[in-house]
């Protein structure tokens, strides 16, 4: 009777109108906010990790993970997840053309009813010891066949004296001037880009250029042909 009496009391205790809050059952041990940090652009990739636990009493299966754009790559390692067990979400950015503060999401979708979208927020800053301007190459309604050139300005923002060692080229059909190779802090070089194709599938790929810097050894700039016909 008195286990009754109890019950009782809770049942109409709450207030008419009142839903009770299911709560989500897959959590994201790193929280829905990440961060790499501050890194230095020389064409290598950021790679993170989210440990995602099921928390519930039912299995969990994760439907699809996908993020805000192409330049960064999420997999799961197991879709199915126990109650009680783990899986994990590797995330790959590739910071090639990015200056400065960088967001980007991933979009985790589960079977999970109370919550079957997981957003986490990635972000972290890009910085350059040798910064280009514009931060990537582009030759604008160039024809094929026809010589076209482009400018990048490179800049030494750093507080050594950087020297540029060597230029990296994907074509044969592209060459450069350069109108420096030693920079002082502050200073700054014109690198002139010329392309001669007559196939654009030559023009596809990343500029490197290689340094004296200890913090960017490797500066790589992503080309865009923008090649239209004859």
């Known amino acids: 009777m008195k286990r009754f ?92 053309g990015y200056i400065g503060e960088v967001t980007k999401y991933i979009y985790i979708m589960t079977s999970d009813s109370t919550n079957q979208m997981v957003t986490v927020v990635m972000n972290g800053y890009i910085a350059y010891a040798l910064q280009p301007t514009p931060g990537y190459i582009a030759f604008y309604n160039a024809s094929l066949g026809k010589l076209d050139s482009t400018n990048v300005t490179l800049s030494n923002t750093s507080d050594e004296t950087i020297e540029i060692t060597k230029v990296e080229l994907p074509s044969e059909e592209l060459t450069y001037k350069l109108s420096e190779k030693i920079l002082k802090p502050g200073e700054f070089a014109d690198l002139e880009l010329y392309m001669n194709s007559k196939n654009v599938e030559n023009l596809n790929g990343n500029v490197r250029i290689y340094t004296t810097s200890k913090l960017q050894p490797v500066l790589q700039m992503k080309i865009y042909p923008g090649v239209t016909g004859r």
């Open 5 to 96: 009496l109890i019950c009782a009391f809770l049942i109409y205790s709450i207030p008419c109108g009142v839903t009770l809050k299911a709560f989500a059952q897959l959590k994201v041990l790193e929280g829905n906010q990440i961060s790499f940090g501050k890194v230095y652009q020389t064409g290598e990739k950021v790679h993170e990790a989210l440990t995602l636990e099921n928390i519930g009493s039912k299995n969990i299966t994760i439907k699809n993970v996908h993020t805000s754009c192409g330049c960064t790559v999420a997999s799961v390692s197991d879709s199915l997840i126990p109650p009680g067990k783990k899986t994990t979400v590797r995330i790959e950015f590739n910071p090639t």
